[in-house]
């Protein structure tokens, strides 16, 4: 099965501060993918990407930005870190087109204090 | 923007019954769906997918397509406590961006 590896898994970080995110897939897939799950929302699209060097915003990107310096690697960055960005944040991955699966990570736990 | 909607929000079964879960997009674009499930703590894992009208089959579990509507179900037949766990449903088009959204899940609980 595809293996999709998210780092850190618990992360607290202060107002203001910078946290990154980072994703990393062993799966050569062309699609990355960011979610952030709190209770009540579901998942919510936070930015993708179609490979290397691109990055596109989801529906849900005002405070984050999103790296892909390679096929493997895609960061989540908060420059400038809310509470109201506490929350599980999920890395996916899956290949091109829309009949294909995403493969999630185990997730990052955030607190903003 | 996209919307799927979920219903119901939570659901509990007893042991052995049926459970039955729905989903309705409400972009005429949507040409895919898939279940997801996600047990508590744990990320969520592709359940079942379906792509054309009609009815798809596996084990326990059954999903079902009217494109017409944009509505999909799934029905989980002698429910199991293992089956107790969030289920979420996804939707995404065929051209152009490739974008799965996702509703907000039903959580559903098997109690023996």
């Known amino acids: 099965e595809a293996a999709v590896t998210q780092s850190p898994r618990n992360k607290v970080a202060v107002t203001g501060g910078k946290v990154t995110l980072s994703c990393n897939q062993t799966?050569?897939?062309?699609?990355m993918y960011w979610y952030r799950q709190d209770t009540g929302h579901g998942l919510r699209l936070i930015h993708y990407s179609y490979g290397a060097g691109s990055t596109e915003k989801g529906d849900i990107p005002d405070g984050y930005k999103a790296s892909r310096p390679s096929q493997e690697n895609f960061s989540l960055i908060l420059e400038l870190a809310t509470p109201s960005q506490t929350s599980v944040y999920f890395c996916?991955?899956?290949?091109?087109?829309?009949?294909?699966?995403?493969?999630f990570g185990a997730g990052t736990r955030l607190s903003v204090l | 923007q996209q919307k799927v909607q979920q219903s119901p929000e939570s659901l509990i079964v007893p042991e052995g019954g049926m459970a039955s879960l729905n989903c309705t997009s409400s972009?005429?674009?949507?040409?895919y769906f898939w279940w997801y499930r996600q047990h508590s703590g744990k990320s969520p894992k592709m359940l079942m997918s379906i792509f054309s009208n009609g009815e798809k089959e596996e084990g326990r579990f059954t999903v079902h397509l009217n494109k017409a509507s944009l509505h999909t179900s799934l029905h989980i037949r002698d429910s199991q406590p293992s089956d107790s766990a969030l289920y979420l449903c996804?939707?995404?088009?065929?051209?152009?961006?490739?974008?799965?959204?996702f509703g907000k899940g039903t959580s559903l609980v098997v109690h023996p």
């Open positions: 799966n050569n897939h062309n699609n």
């Open positions: 996916a991955s899956g290949d091109l087109g829309g009949q294909n699966t995403l493969y």
């Open positions: 996804a939707a995404t088009t065929s051209g152009g961006n490739y974008k799965p959204t």
């Open positions: 972009d005429r674009n949507v040409d």
